[in-house]
């Protein structure tokens, strides 16, 4: 569940329903969770009652946070000398086709130290290498269909671990119809 949770955090996925689904499909995502296949994810009410009945008197989680900032300082990444809180109200958007695409895993490099990413709705398509422990992003591989005519999207992208096979799909719109009616 724990991991679960990392996977949510560090892909920005807000939503504990959307967490699970996603986790369900995505291969990376179930790695890194210690998931089989085969296996059922938990779930999203089960993080609720996590948090509200098994947590509640326990400072777990608390132990669990400070544990992840105490290594994160020694690794250097944050200072831990100030912090600050938002708790701006911003309107919730959920509309897909309206959101920015942001970075989409792909799949865990064969060391599991690296992610392979992309972002959707670019063409061509960059995929980059991004070393979990750095942050660091190196390009790896650019994507485009040999014929790029009236390609739109490129995706999903599939990648081998060793990063030497890699098959992707893509839509393309070959032409549109325009049907003008009354004319002389």
Same mark, same amino acid.
């Given at each position: ?52 009945? *098994? ?43 309206? *959101? ?12 599991? *130290? ?71």
């Amino acid at each position: 569940m724990i991991r679960m949770l990392i996977v949510g955090y560090v892909f920005a996925i807000r939503s504990e329903r959307q967490l699970c689904s996603e986790v369900q499909v995505n291969l990376a995502y179930r790695w890194f969770c210690r998931l089989s296949i085969e296996e059922k994810i938990p779930d999203h009410s089960v993080f609720s009652r996590a948090r509200h009945e *098994r947590f509640r008197e326990s400072d777990a989680l608390r132990r669990v946070f400070e544990g992840v900032v105490a290594t994160c300082i020694a690794a250097g990444l944050v200072g831990g000398e100030a912090f600050s809180v938002d708790a701006s109200l911003i309107k919730a958007d959920v509309d897909k086709k309206k *959101r920015v695409p942001g970075e989409q895993p792909i799949a865990w490099s064969g060391d599991g *130290r690296s992610l392979y990413i992309y972002r959707p709705g670019d063409l061509p398509t960059q995929v980059s290498k991004l070393d979990i422990s750095t942050g660091q992003r190196t390009p790896f591989r650019q994507l485009m269909p040999s014929d790029p005519a009236g390609v739109e999207t490129l995706g999903p992208i599939l990648l081998t671990p060793d990063g030497k096979t890699c098959v992707y799909g893509y839509h393309r719109t070959l032409s549109d119809l325009y049907l003008v009616e009354g004319q002389k």
